[in-house]
């Protein structure tokens, strides 16, 4: 059989979704970043939630994600993407509202921010981004950072004595009442994005039916800071950063109950 | 012979070479291209297009969504 005999709209089984713009993404190739927006973006489309939808944009790589997904955008002052996206969500109750943080962003300089949001159990959905540096400004050192891991900041490594342990927030966060759904997942394989894409529908679904927080964590790679290949920071992710942030769900219950964690 | 055939289109211009999808294809179908597009990357296609399943792995890990995926019956 001929390609061109193949390639029909008859026999589609896989294409961009209208809602990613045709605007070129300016993240490095291979991050992590892309892969994310797009089951964002697919999801608010299968689930019809376009005029609905309202995302919150952080200080970070993803600062231009309201270039890239075709909804209605805000953009938050660095760390206060959830305290924005509680203002919005209770002057929208039925809107479908939702934070796209990195982790310099959430576990750092938000971390007041996402544990007060969390804690009361804004109907919101948070998206967090954990790649353990920080992207945008050069590969410095964030609290996600792994011990021995080499940042522009830790030349020698994080040294646990001086700069503290690695910050497992989602562990954390599984703690709060306020949260319904709490999980941790990663992109870097094919089977990967397929349950990543499963866990944020079902944390979308829990938003519309307003059951609390839900937080869904992305261990990602950042092959730029880390100063290694795509494929390789794929492999480097699965060696070092899986082990230490293990994927699954956190906790999965109604706002108000408590974490078995 | 399999019985589903496969085809990929990939966005040349839109692609950034990461060879993620390369990685993620289970029939070694995909592979850089010696040529490069107008920004200088090495696009992905299909080097070896009978092995092919439109399986749409390599769609679904492509970052920049350069990629799509057709899949018919062989006859």
Redesign the interface.
Known sequence: MDIQDIIKPENLVYQKTKLLTDTPMHYCPGCSHGVVHKILAELIDEMGLQDKSIGVAPVGCAVFAYNYIDIDWQEAAHGRAPAVATGISRVNPDAFVFTYQGDGDLASIGAAEIMHACNRGENILVIFINNGIYGMTGGQMAPTTLEGMVTATTPNGRNVELNGYPMRITNLIAQLPGTSYVTRQSVHTAGGVRKCKKAVKKAIQNVLDKKGTSFVEVVSTCNSGWKLSPVASNKWMEENMIPYYPLGDMKDSVKGEHSEN | MAKV???V?VDKE?C?????C???CPHDVLALHLEVNSKG?HYSY?QN?EACV????C??????????????K??
């Open positions: 055939i496969g085809a289109v839109a950034k070479g990461c060879s993620v390369v990685e993620a990357y299909m297009p439109g399986c749409a792995n769609g679904v890990v492509c970052p920049d969504t350069c990629i799509t995926v057709y899949r018919a062989a006859s």
